[in-house]
């Protein structure tokens, strides 16, 4: 069985990314308004990659209490800040907000999580867009460790517009053919066994065991759940491994691809926003 490690392969982004930030500043803008502890976890972790490979980071750290009407003028105004050139809209958000509209404030230009509609549409339409950095990493991997996508059955669990849709769409571009499952799904794993690629975003611990696999299937996990003692743990049961061609762990698999992700997004924004106003960028 083959690990799908992502480390080496975040390694190299980030070094690519350090080579690019020295020649562009970037800067990432996260607007956070949570007192969730794992919300702001991922927010220092993804300040000090940043930091490590030159992007500026800056932070808005609003109230847990905050009103749409106040976060969405966060976002409004790092869309207009040329010295922002990606934003980031940190969930959780306070109850009572409408998600949806406040996404759709970023300048898709800096979406470099392709959280607003403008960008999954057009992802799906194959133009210009920056995809979500998970469903990105996903296919990443895929090409780090020679998976062949293309005439391959990929089957995706999960729906989501951060992960499962966007992982879809970018495995139906590289000319798989892509099962979309989901919780009212029936039988699952009859529709998995024959999968040659499976993508597990389901958000349920340890949710995929050995007989939604067989010895072909090469399968990406992209859950991340906390167990009863804390640790971090995938959607898929570690027993899969016993049965499966190949799988990515967690943690270390697609996690820190993401993150790698996020700042090449990033620098890449930068680099196409300073070619389009060279002036204002200087």
């Not at 956070?32 to 993804?46: G, I, N």
Request: glycine share 8%.
């Amino acid at each position: 069985m083959t690990e799908l490690t992502g480390k080496p392969l975040s390694e190299a982004i980030r070094a690519d990314v350090a080579a690019r930030a020295a020649l562009t500043p970037s800067t990432l803008a996260i607007i956070s308004a949570s007192e969730d502890e794992s919300s702001a976890w991922y927010v220092r972790s993804l300040a000090r990659a940043a930091e490590k490979v030159g992007v500026g980071c800056a932070i808005d750290e609003l109230a847990p209490s905050a009103d749409e009407a106040t976060i969405a003028a966060a976002v409004r105004a790092r869309s207009a800040d040329p010295e922002v050139s990606g934003i980031i809209l940190q969930t959780p958000l306070p109850p009572g907000v409408d998600q949806g509209r406040l996404v759709a404030e970023i300048d898709p230009r800096k979406d470099v999580d392709g959280a607003n509609p403008l960008s999954i549409g057009r992802l799906a339409a194959k133009q210009p867009a920056f995809a979500p950095a998970t469903a990105a990493a996903v296919v990443r991997l895929l090409d780090e460790h020679r998976v062949v996508m293309e005439g391959a059955n990929a089957v995706v669990l999960g729906r989501s517009l951060v992960v499962g849709l966007p992982a879809g769409l970018l495995l139906l571009h590289r000319n798989a053919t892509v099962t979309t499952c989901h919780s009212r799904t029936h039988d699952l794993p009859a529709r998995t066994r024959g999968a040659d690629i499976l993508v597990v975003a389901i958000g349920r611990a340890h949710m995929v065991t050995p007989e939604y696999v067989t010895e072909n299937t090469v399968v990406v996990d992209v859950g991340t759940n906390v167990d009863e003692e804390g640790n971090l743990v995938g959607d898929v049961d570690p027993s899969v491994v016993s049965v499966a061609r190949a799988l990515s762990p967690v943690p270390g698999g697609v996690g820190p691809v993401t993150t790698a992700l996020l700042l090449e997004h990033t620098v890449t924004a930068a680099e196409s926003l300073a070619a389009v106003t060279p002036r204002s960028r200087r």
